[in-house]
């Protein structure tokens, strides 16, 4: 399937419903997320090193925000979401992140400011994704991190991520997803070398497709807690991976 261009616009509303649901739900897509940041949190606090200056574009309720602040970093969060946000302060053991309201074109921060920079499932939320990554690249020191992850474009990611998700999770929004705001891979490097950004790592990410908890949410229509993602060789789904500002 090619990018096409039609009438629906992204849904991001839902996320001021949320509320405590970031934290709980089982019977909504962002169980889903969450069973991703189990994965990708662990891996991008190993990457990162000691004692880092970082910002989390799109840092809805703080999942990884929290993280990397008890991890020892000094965090910073960004979201439109304000409801997401006074979650995310209350999830903050430590009391230490800067959560702002903020758009990610137009961070509120100087230019090579943060040691690492994070934008995890937020460039398919947005019409413009190359502005969010120049955004990243400017406030992003040189020799510094950047993190991704978004969702290819094609008819296996459709069918699962967008298609997959309505029919088999419940309260799944309208348009929580829409297909012409997938990148694919090759676009999304084109992004970076743009903006003085060079891939040092990229790999597929992905839930395990033939495993249990898959198949009961299919029959119950409810997201396990043990249903889980693990990273890969394929891109075809999703994908996710470092920059490194040159």
């Not at 990162?48 to 991890?71: E, H, M, P, Q």
């Not at 053991?93 to 937020?122: G, H, I, Q, R």
């Not at 398919?124 to 992003?140: I, K």
Request: charge should be negative; aromatic fraction near 12%.
């Amino acid at each position: 399937m090619e990018k096409q261009t039609g009438p629906q616009t992204i849904n991001n509303d839902f996320y001021d419903d949320l509320n405590e649901k970031w934290y709980t739900a089982c019977d909504h897509p962002i169980a889903l997320l969450r069973a991703e940041n189990a994965v990708r949190v662990p891996w991008i606090i190993s990457q990162i090193g000691k004692n880092k200056k970082v910002l989390d574009i799109g840092c809805g309720a703080g999942i990884l925000t929290n993280a990397l602040a008890k991890a020892g970093h000094t965090v910073c969060g960004v979201d439109l979401s304000e409801s997401s946000l006074e979650v995310a302060k209350e999830h903050d053991a430590t009391k230490t992140v800067e959560y702002k309201k903020a758009n990610a074109y137009s961070l509120p921060y100087p230019d090579d400011y943060f040691d690492v920079v994070c934008a995890m499932d937020v460039l398919e939320h947005v019409e413009e994704p190359s502005l969010v990554v120049s955004e990243a690249s400017r406030v992003l020191k040189k020799g510094g991190q950047f993190f991704f992850h978004t969702f290819n474009r094609n008819l296996f990611s459709y069918l699962f991520v967008i298609k997959g998700v309505e029919w088999f999770v419940p309260n799944a929004p309208k348009n929580m997803h829409i297909y012409p705001l997938f990148i694919k891979p090759e676009e999304f490097e084109e992004m970076c070398s743009e903006r003085d950004l060079e891939i040092v790592n990229l790999q597929g990410f992905a839930p395990n497709f033939f495993a249990k908890p898959i198949w009961k949410m299919i029959f119950t229509r409810k997201v396990p807690n043990n249903i889980s993602f693990h990273f890969s060789k394929s891109l075809t789904t999703g994908y996710c991976g470092c920059a490194k500002k040159i």
